[in-house]
Each structure stands twice: as structure tokens, then as C-alpha cells.
């Protein structure tokens, strides 16, 4: 699996993902600015992925940082990384974790202070990785034997520290043998699909089909497929899900066809905080992402144009929520909060 991100001496190190699959390149960040630029303009993208960086960005930061302008610098760098996008809440968990840490140190000197940091960013990526392998093994439980999955955006190794939630699922369910089939939705109008999720598939030898977003209905109506997995960017108290655009249009194909639709994070995407999906903000991307691809202009100049990034999925849709610490059903607002808690 690719290494998404991580330290490498005195800098934060991701693969542009923007620039997938023709290239792997790998940006080099040496100052937390960078960092938060690459989760802008989605260099790196994914909940997880965001909130590693976010963290591993907070430690670079304060590392520049002299010893009197280590507590309000500290709320600079935290707040300049905290507004890069709005809708993943494991950005915002892991910021939180690492203000904890640092009022923690305060007092111990300041060389303390910048090791503790980077040592707690080391640690959310280090337990990412291990919640997405767990996940991904009580995902693969829930699978049919010959399992045809659906899966929508990515949700993979790229999203996260590494082995990723959905794609998880499905690695766990290859490693078992139970893995007949995966389709991947194109995911428009980013592509994370058929750029992300496809070439990751690939690479790990997992049989994989691509299908455009407006064939997933098709796919379940002619039985060709027995479950949907996906990740997502925030789940509320209530267990609706916020997840890539297009999420809620499968999940209400998946029920009107009788297919499971399972919802594979960690449990730093679940907001006990926010009461229900009308809660969450929406992230509205820049237009070029749906008039223009590979820089060429596809639609009229000056057309009207809305670019949302997220849809909700209401949890009347969600047959489980999968996360590292267990399995979550209907009702939500119990099981949730029984894990998360």
C-alpha cells in the first residue's frame, strides 16, 4: 500500500493525489502552511488522511515556533489548519487531541513541548492504520461469500493513514477469499473513483470494474451486485452520514433494490456533537471542478453551477456503521453512542 503521508525528518511527507494515476509524485511540506494548502486544494484527501496531516502539520508548525510564542503560535497554526475544509469532523478530532497534548506539556520546556507533539502526531497516524485493518476485518465479517461490493468515492489506503475503511472492507474480504467482485463508481466530479479507488485496487491484484455513477442502480437491479461499503467524512449522533457527493443517491438505490449498505470509519468520524445530518456543514468545492477536467473547458462559459463536495445520507438508509471498536445498528443514537462514547 501507498504511504500516504508521514514524517520524514524535519518534514511532512504525502503523495499528491491529485496528480494520480498518471504520476506519484510525493510533496515535501517544511512548514505548516503547506501542509494545510495540500488538504485545500486536496493534494491529500479523505477524513482520516485530513486529520493525520492536520496533526503531523500542528507539530511541524510548532517546531518554528520560539519559546515565548509557543502558546498563542500554537492557536495560529491550529486555526490556520482548522479552517482548510469544513465537513470532515476527524480534522477537527484530531486538532482537539493535539491542543490537549500541548496544554498537557506546557511548562516542560519547549524542546519537550515539540517532541511530545510530534510523538502524539506519530501515535493518531500509527492508530489509524491499526483501526482501519480492525474495521476492515469486522466489515469483511458482514459480507456475503461471493461478495459483489459496490463502492463509491475512495475510501482506501489514499484516505487515510493507510489500508483504508471501505476499501479495508474489501482488502479483508479479498484476504479471506470472499471477494468475488468490486465496481467502482467514477465518482464525478472529482474522479476519486476512477482515478483513486481503481488504481489502488489494482495494484493490490483485486478484481475491479469501473462503472460511471449514473449505472449504480442498473448494477443492483440486475443482481450483479449483493452489498455497497463505503466510508465517510462525518457521522452524526443520529447516524446519518455525510460522505462524498453521489453517497445518498446509492444508498436510496440500495434500498429500493434490497442491497445492504454499509458505512465503513473510524470512530474519530463519529460527532456525538452534532445531533443529526441537517447539522453538518456542507463544503461547496470551486466550479472549475465541474466545468473543466484536465484544464479544458467542457461546459458553456458562464453557466450557472453548483460544486457541493458532500451529500447526507439520512441512517434510515444505513444497515451498519462499521469501526474499529465494533459493529453499530439501527437505533443509532444508542449503538453510537455505546461505541464512541
Given at each position: 500500500m501507498v504511504d500516504t503521508v508521514k514524517w520524514e525528518g524535519d518534514a511532512v511527507v504525502m503523495i499528491d493525489q491529485r496528480l494520480l494515476p498518471g504520476e506519484e509524485v510525493y510533496?515535501?511540506?517544511r512548514d505548516h502552511g503547506e501542509v494545510a494548502r495540500a488538504i485545500k486544494d486536496m493534494a491529500i484527501r479523505g477524513a482520516p488522511a485530513i486529520g493525520v496531516a492536520a496533526a503531523m502539520g500542528i507539530a511541524l508548525g510548532v517546531r518554528r515556533l520560539p519559546e515565548a510564542e509557543l502558546e498563542a503560535g500554537f492557536e495560529r497554526v491550529a486555526a490556520e489548519l482548522s479552517a482548510t475544509r469544513p465537513t470532515?469532523?476527524?480534522l477537527f478530532w484530531a486538532v482537539?487531541?493535539?491542543r490537549r497534548r500541548f496544554r498537557e506539556l506546557l511548562g516542560s520546556g519547549p524542546e519537550a513541548v515539540?517532541?511530545?507533539l510530534l510523538e502524539e502526531a506519530r501515535s493518531i497516524h500509527a492508530e489509524d492504520v491499526a483501526a482501519c485493518r480492525r474495521l476492515g476485518d469486522l466489515g469483511a465479517e458482514l459480507l456475503p461469500e461471493r461478495a459483489r461490493v459496490l463502492t463509491h468515492c475512495n475510501a482506501?489506503?489514499?484516505a487515510t493513514a493507510g489500508y483504508g475503511t471501505a476499501l479495508g472492507v474489501i482488502r479483508s474480504a479479498a484476504r479471506d477469499g470472499k471477494l468475488e467482485a468490486v465496481f467502482a463508481d467514477e465518482t464525478r466530479p472529482y474522479l476519486q473513483g476512477a482515478r483513486l479507488t481503481a488504481w489502488e485496487l489494482m495494484s493490490d491484484g483485486i478484481p475491479t470494474t469501473l462503472i460511471t455513477d449514473s449505472m449504480a442502480g442498473h448494477m443492483m437491479a440486475t443482481a450483479q451486485v449483493n452489498a455497497v461499503v463505503v466510508g465517510a467524512d462525518r457521522i452524526a449522533a443520529n447516524g446519518d452520514v455525510a460522505n462524498k457527493i453521489g453517497t445518498y443517491s446509492v444508498a436510496v438505490l440500495a434500498h429500493e433494490n434490497g442491497v445492504p449498505f454499509y458505512v465503513a470509519a473510524p470512530v474519530s468520524?463519529?460527532?456525538?456533537?452534532?445531533a443529526t445530518g441537517a447539522d453538518?456543514?456542507?463544503e461547496e468545492r470551486p466550479e472549475e471542478e465541474v466545468t473543466h477536467h484536465a484544464g479544458r473547458r467542457l461546459a458553456p462559459a458562464r453557466v450557472a453551477v453548483r460544486n457541493p463536495a458532500f451529500d447526507v445520507t439520512p441512517n434510515r438508509y444505513?444497515?451498519?456503521i462499521v469501526c474499529e471498536r465494533g459493529v453499530a445498528r439501527p437505533p443509532y443514537a444508542e449503538s453510537l453512542r455505546g461505541l464512541a462514547g
Open positions: 510533496l515535501t511540506c470532515a469532523v476527524n482537539e487531541r493535539m515539540r517532541e511530545g482506501g489506503a489514499l468520524t463519529i460527532d456525538l456533537g452534532t453538518i456543514p456542507i444505513v444497515t451498519a
